[in-house]
Nanobody, 124 residues
Framework: LQLVESGGGLVQSGGSLRLSCGTSGSNLNDYAIGWFRQAPGKEREGIACISSSENSTWYHDSVKGRFTVGRDSAKNTVYLEMNSLHPADTAVYYC??????????????????WGQGTQVTVSS
């Protein structure tokens, strides 16, 4: 499964961005999708995920209330709506997919398929 992220860019503190994760040839509704980010010198961390079965969502405390993960089934994409961005959110953002989950997790290791990442930079 090949994933492609889009929607990254440069935004001022307090601003918003919407990232998308897409693929071709497969139905993303069949996969749990996780969103991760990696800042320079830091480990990759899971920030949000959505399950395949009931579209249940989980969030890291650092983004809870600011970020929203959801599915756009018509476009076969999963989005990450990011609001109230601040410089600490600056990172490369990745989406990942796993077809064997009942729910979803914010850990890196269970996900088998990854996108190439998209840069998000938040200026102060």
């Amino acid at each position: 499964l090949q994933l492609v992220e889009s929607g990254g860019g440069l935004v001022q503190s307090g601003g918003s961005l919407r990232l998308s994760c897409g693929t071709s040839g497969s139905n993303l509704n069949d996969y749990a999708i996780g969103w991760f980010r990696q800042a320079p010198g830091k480990e990759r961390e899971g920030i949000a995920c959505i399950s395949s079965s009931e579209n249940s969502t989980w969030y890291h405390d650092s983004v809870k209330g600011r970020f929203t993960v959801g599915r756009d089934s018509a476009k076969n994409t999963v989005y990450l709506e990011m609001n109230s961005l601040h410089p600490a959110d600056t990172a490369v953002y990745y989406c990942a997919a796993e077809g064997l989950f009942v729910g979803c997790v914010l850990s890196v290791s269970p996900y088998a398929s990854w996108g190439q990442g998209t840069q998000v930079t938040v200026s102060s």
